[in-house]
């Protein structure tokens, strides 16, 4: 069974840069699959962050299109995620996630982001 | 304000059937499958619905999906108590190019 696990700092400063990276265990990043990040805001909803193929497309949520990249390492076998120019209302738990059949079968537990000075 | 809209809350009693409805547009859920994810409190979502009405493997059967036009629907049959939890719903628009989630509903099994 694939599983994600996600890792990085839990502290970043405001206008700084977050990075975290989304390890792929029993399954491969050079699959025909979407690996996928999403946000959850303390008490609040889902939001996507972006996705990428295993050929290095990738799609970017428009609202944070300007400040997200988002890669894959095939040596690896991960994907990571950053985001620059933090600023408070970008803490949150952020989660890594496969895209199977057009929805998300797998997800990591998730890590925690607290964007403080 | 999320693109697509959720009852922010709902409620049911042990055994009973309740729905939750998942309104969007002609750019996301009038083109695109609808999949529903259930997240437990402190944990990460699960998938529960994909392809508007088929369930992964170990998915119960009491956990059904539907959509209509711009609309969808998550229906639990035989409510239990274990099934207190936030449920989103989710799409792809074709105008933001990109995935979009409805605001979530709390379920509260009384």
């Known amino acids: 069974q694939v599983q994600l696990q996600e890792s990085g700092p839990g502290l970043v400063k405001p206008s700084g840069t977050l990075s975290l990276t989304c390890a792929v265990s029993a399954g491969s990043v050079s699959r025909g699959n979407w690996w996928s990040w999403v946000r959850q805001p303390p008490g609040r909803g889902l939001e996507w962050i972006g996705e990428i193929f295993q050929s290095g497309n990738a799609a970017y949520n428009p609202s944070l299109k300007s400040r997200v990249t988002i890669s894959l390492d095939k040596s690896k076998n991960q994907f990571s995620l950053n985001l620059r120019s933090v600023t408070a209302a970008d803490t949150a738990m952020y989660y890594c996630?496969?895209?199977?059949?057009?929805?998300?079968?797998?997800w990591g537990q998730g890590t925690m982001v607290t964007v403080f000075s | 304000q999320s693109v697509l809209t959720q009852p922010p809350s709902t409620s049911g009693t042990p055994g009973q059937r309740v729905t939750i409805s998942c309104s969007g547009g002609s750019s996301n859920i009038g083109r695109n499958a609808v999949n529903w994810y259930q997240q437990l409190p402190g944990t990460a979502p699960k998938l529960l619905i994909y392809?508007?009405?088929l369930r992964p493997s170990g998915v119960p059967d009491r956990f059904s999906g539907s959509k209509s036009d711009t609309s969808a629907s998550l229906a639990i049959s035989g409510l239990q108590s274990e099934d207190e939890a936030d449920y989103y719903c989710a799409s792809w628009d074709d105008s933001l190019n990109g995935r979009v989630f409805g605001g979530g509903t709390k379920l509260t099994v009384l």
């Open positions: 392809s508007n009405n």
């Open positions: 996630a496969r895209e199977w059949r057009d929805a998300y079968d797998i």
